[in-house]
């Protein structure tokens, strides 16, 4: 065999011999001693050598995923090290589902990538700590957890005694978005009675509208079921940064000849790589989707069969009134929730199968043709259709009508309305940015009418809403407290809204006439809805709190009007404020006691949520840092000194409405009598006992990193073996009734506030913007490329990718105009408020537009303050309707979202004496 000789070698690199490259002590290498034969027995041993081989050996590998709210969940290898976490690796192994769909590997971002070294920076927590100092000063004692619990578990039990249950605020966010984790705090909540706000309204990330055409909105596309689609609009998203290990799904959606869209306001990394970029103007989403419906409708594109089985256009309208015909108006004691077609076969009207008041559950329409358009009489009352509603309404949004307001030209409107009406699977992506504007409920809802008009559900398309949830049954058992006792749930927006002090916020910002110009409704109307969805029951509100305890949840990071909201809450929760963290984040910072909490590689859990069929592992890679213990636990270890002290203290039962919460067995019921006492225990009880796993050991999960789940998983309708999972097929083709009102897909709402704001069918409103306010620039604030929200902010790895620094971003002639360089430190600022932060130019931005990406922690701006300190929000009326249908507060389905984007500011660059000692607050 040919063997390459050291001195070959360094000939063939040209620095044998005395030459000039050789000179001085530039070559350690020359003192090393030749070797000729480096697989002989003589070979010297050299030491140093080891060391490179070293960084690949390792004593034991885990596995894990990420438990933080990026909806990627990936599987990782996760290789230990004399008790450290060293590196982490993409475990790659997922089974291909079906031949012909790409598989779903390497699955993985450059955030999991570094997490072994962000677990071990300055800010991870380690031990429980007591507050020293005031609130927020940062002085700290290092106490035993025996200590921390019992301190706590009185504070508690003294709130329950002065005040009773209801007092408790025990929100757990969006850090724990694992089986495991997630459910030891809500079990905890379900057994306390603590106020815990709903998850997704709560961040702005309902997609309202969603749920009003189809009863949900939480039945989506896994990622590979993007693959076949031949026509994929990227609405409000940008997945590039935001789902980066399911992108390549869309990309490769490509092979088929798809056509890919995006509208956007920036040319962000997903658009950059699609057929065409439409440019839109900010919050403007409805209009070009009601000018899409209108070129549908004008030119013929729709599909009569697919409206007339599956929504409720052809469902007849009285003329009179605007309301929907029901059995109620033509019979004594006839049903308020059964609706009529009329018949063009009999020439009559039918009642339609499948609403929520029919005993004939499907959509099958049995020999009934159902009129889409016409007038009729029925027992003397003048009818029509819905799709007559939606017509007339349609008809205003012509393309060169829109072209102002959207940015895009009627041309490009009327091609794309015929791609999306020609395409065989059509999808149009909504990202959670939708929902975070006061007007998603009219873009879903128009989106889904251009779908619906076009016949794309089941197989062939449909909106895809960026979330599936999927069947646990095991989890939600153990999270309700076996649905025997219940946490006070509310509105996120709502609860956000009133008990942050936001509305004074909102009045300093914008001016009330022209925002009723804008989005429909003033601060004055929307206060009077607000106080009417309380007291009509529609939505629940719960008050001031006592105390607070807050898990996994950066809220005085991520509310807007953050200070007030933090100061608010600080005043309200006088006597106890614990966190339950990983790290000591903006929220952790103003603790009574912090709790210290395991991170990924150190607890067991489960995580499926995402748009995979893959249930992910985590096994206790490693032990936790200092003394933090898994979120199952502590909750445990909390309960235990709350029995006992209420035990020694005498706290007997206490009634709670229907309720009691007995404090004397807290602890046995939180660990089922011991049962279930450890993250350990859960995780196998889950996995063992959930029928969507299909009976695997722990021990058989744990070895192989994940479990693909089974037919069992899908809500809705099962999870197919081979085949990816299109939403709604149960509907499309089993005939099955959509959760809404009518059992259709839902463009008719007569709903007493949609009717007083014009609503009842799919229209277009603005945002609410600079011309609400006395400030000129849009803004808005997506989720950024490196970091997911506050996690992984500080890491050096990834700072080094960016500024490293709070930047905005600038259109290069707006930066012109107001004398701003790039890397130039700007004042950005509107009535409540001002922040500083690094210019960055970024030519695809509009120039009446800056953008930031969210999540900088408020330590890292200067002086402290951070952007979202100055975001006004109010919120959207209709969100917070109820007692219509499937209208009404419903947790993670309907209700009121936090609004994001509707803030406006001013730009100049700082001054240098504002920003002398940026450490100063
Ligand atoms: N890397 C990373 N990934 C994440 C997260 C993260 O923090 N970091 N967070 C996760 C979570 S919780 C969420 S909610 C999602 C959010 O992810 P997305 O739903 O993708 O939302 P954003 O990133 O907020 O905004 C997406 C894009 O919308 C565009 N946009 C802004 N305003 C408008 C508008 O008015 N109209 C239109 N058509 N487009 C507009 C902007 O180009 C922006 O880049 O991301 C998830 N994934
Ligand atoms: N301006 C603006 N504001 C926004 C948004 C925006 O686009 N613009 N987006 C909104 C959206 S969609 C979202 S989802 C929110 C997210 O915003 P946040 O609620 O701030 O989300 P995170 O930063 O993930 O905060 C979760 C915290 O949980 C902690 N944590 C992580 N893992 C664990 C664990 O295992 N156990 C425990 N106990 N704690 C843990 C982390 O330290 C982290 O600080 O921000 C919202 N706010
Ligand atoms: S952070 Fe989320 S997307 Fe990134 S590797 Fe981890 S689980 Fe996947
Ligand atoms: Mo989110």
């Given at each position: 065999m040919w063997k390459l000789k050291r001195r070959d070698f360094l000939k063939g690199l040209g620095i044998t011999g005395t030459g000039a490259m050789l000179s001085g002590n530039v070559w350690a290498l020359n003192r090393l001693e030749p070797i000729g034969d480096t697989l002989a027995t003589e070979y010297p041993y050299r030491g140093w050598e080891d060391l490179y081989r070293n960084e690949w050996a390792w004593d034991s590998v885990g596995h894990a995923a990420h438990c933080i709210n990026c909806m990627g969940n990936c599987a990782w290898n996760v290789y230990v090290k004399d008790g450290i976490v060293i590196r982490e690796e993409q475990i790659a192994k997922y089974p291909q589902v079906n031949p012909k769909v790409p598989d779903a590997n390497p699955r993985g971002c450059q955030k999991g990538a570094i997490h072994s070294t962000a677990m071990y920076e300055a800010d991870r927590l380690r031990y429980p700590l007591k507050r020293a100092g005031e609130r927020g000063e940062g002085k700290w004692q290092r106490i035993s957890w025996d200590q921390a619990t019992e301190e706590v578990a009185d504070k508690i039990i003294d709130i329950f005694e002065k005040y009773g249950p209801g007092k408790l605020k025990t929100h757990q966010g969006s850090g724990n978005q694992t089986m495991v984790r997630q459910s030891g705090p809500s079990r905890f909540a379900s057994l306390v009675g603590g106020i815990q706000l709903d998850g997704f309204t709560v961040v702005g990330d309902l997609l309202t509208g969603a749920h009003l055409a189809y009863g949900t909105p939480l039945e989506s596309f896994t990622s590979d079921a993007w693959f076949d689609a031949d026509y994929i609009l990227m609405g409000m998203i940008n997945p590039n940064a935001t789902r980066i290990p399911d992108a390549h799904y869309l990309w490769e959606a490509k092979y088929n000849g798809a056509r890919i869209t995006s509208t956007a306001p920036d040319y962000n990394p997903s658009a950059i790589h699609t057929d065409l970029w439409m440019p839109i103007n900010q919050g403007t989403d409805p209009f070009f989707a009601m000018s899409l419906a209108n070129v549908i409708i004008e030119e013929n594109l729709y599909k009569p069969a697919f409206m007339k089985e599956q929504t409720d256009l052809p469902m007849l309208v009285r003329v009179d009134n605007g309301k929907l015909l029901r059995e109620a108006d033509l019979v004594e004691g006839g049903d308020e929730e059964v609706f009529y077609h009329w018949d063009l076969n009999s020439g009559q009207a039918v009642k339609a199968k499948g609403s929520m008041g029919s005993a004939d559950k499907t959509l099958q329409l049995d020999g009934v043709d159902p009129a889409i358009e016409g007038e009729f009489e029925v027992e003397g009352i003048a009818v029509t259709t819905v799709f007559e509603q939606v017509k007339r309404e349609a008809a205003r949004f012509t393309p060169e009508s829109t072209f102002e307001t959207t940015n895009i030209h009627p041309d490009v409107v009327r091609q794309e309305a015929r791609h999306l009406a020609k395409a065989h699977k059509a999808i149009v992506m909504l990202g959670y940015i939708t929902s975070s504007y006061s007007n998603c409920l009219y873009t879903c809802w128009s989106y889904a009418l251009t779908l619906a008009l076009t016949g794309h559900g089941g197989r062939t398309g449909g909106l895809d809403t960026s979330w599936i949830s999927w069947n646990h049954p095991r989890w939600t058992e153990l999270a309700t407290f076996e649905g025997k006792k219940s946490a006070r749930y509310e509105p996120g927006g709502l609860g956000e809204f009133l008990r942050g002090g936001m509305m004074e916020g909102a009045r300093e910002h914008f001016d009330n006439a022209k925002l009723k110009e804008r989005v429909g409704f003033d601060l004055d109307d929307l206060e009077s809805m607000i106080n009417e969805s309380i007291d009509e029951g529609w939505m629940p509100y719960h008050g001031e709190i006592k105390g607070m305890i807050s898990i996994a949840d950066n809220t005085f990071r991520r509310n807007k009007f953050a200070d007030r909201y933090r100061d608010e809450h600080l005043r309200q929760a006088s006597e106890l404020y614990v966190n339950i963290n990983v790290r000591m984040d903006s929220t952790a910072e103003w603790a009574d006691y912090i709790l210290p909490a395991a991170s990924h590689y150190e607890a067991w859990d489960l995580r499926t949520q995402g748009y995979h069929r893959f249930c992910n592992i985590f096994t206790r890679s490693v032990e936790p840092v200092g003394e933090s213990k898994p979120d199952w636990d502590i909750m445990a270890l909390l309960t235990k000194k709350i029995q006992e002290r209420a035990i020694a203290r005498g706290i007997g039962p206490i009634q709670d409405g229907e309720v009691t919460r007995d404090l004397h067995t807290i602890h046995d019921d939180f660990t089922r009598n011991g049962e279930l006492s450890t993250d350990l225990a859960v995780a196998r009880y889950i996995v063992e006992n959930s029928p969507e796993f299909g009976g695997v050991t722990l021990e058989e999960a744990a070895e192989r990193g994940f479990i693909v789940m089974n037919e069992h998983a899908g809500i809705n309708q099962p999870l197919p073996k081979d085949e990816p999972y299109n939403p709604f097929v149960a509907q499309t083709e089993g005939k099955k009734p959509y959760d809404t009102l009518t059992g259709r897909v839902t463009f008719y709402c007569d709903h007493p506030r949609f009717m007083k704001l014009k609503s009842s069918v799919p229209t277009a409103r603005l945002y609410a913007g600079p011309e609400a306010s006395n400030y000129p620039l849009h803004f808005y604030s997506p989720h950024a490329r490196w970091g997911i929200h506050s996690n992984w902010r500080s890491n050096k790895y990834l700072l080094r990718l960016q500024r490293g620094e709070p930047n905005i971003y600038i259109n290069p002639k707006l930066a012109k105009q107001r004398g701003i360089k790039d890397g130039d430190t700007v004042r950005l600022f509107n009535s409540t408020g001002e922040f500083f932060a690094q210019a960055k130019f970024y030519p695809s931005i509009p120039e009446h537009s800056i953008m930031m990406e969210h999540g900088w922690e408020p330590h890292q701006y200067i002086h402290r303050k951070p952007m979202n300190n100055s975001m006004a929000t109010f919120l959207q009326p209709l969100e917070l309707t109820g007692g219509w249908g499937h209208l009404?507060?419903?947790?993670?389905?309907w209700n009121a979202n936090q609004l994001l984007h509707e803030s406006s500011f001013d730009i100049e660059l700082a001054k240098a004496e504002d920003i002398a000692d940026p450490r100063t607050v």
């Open positions: 009404g507060f419903k947790y993670a389905l």
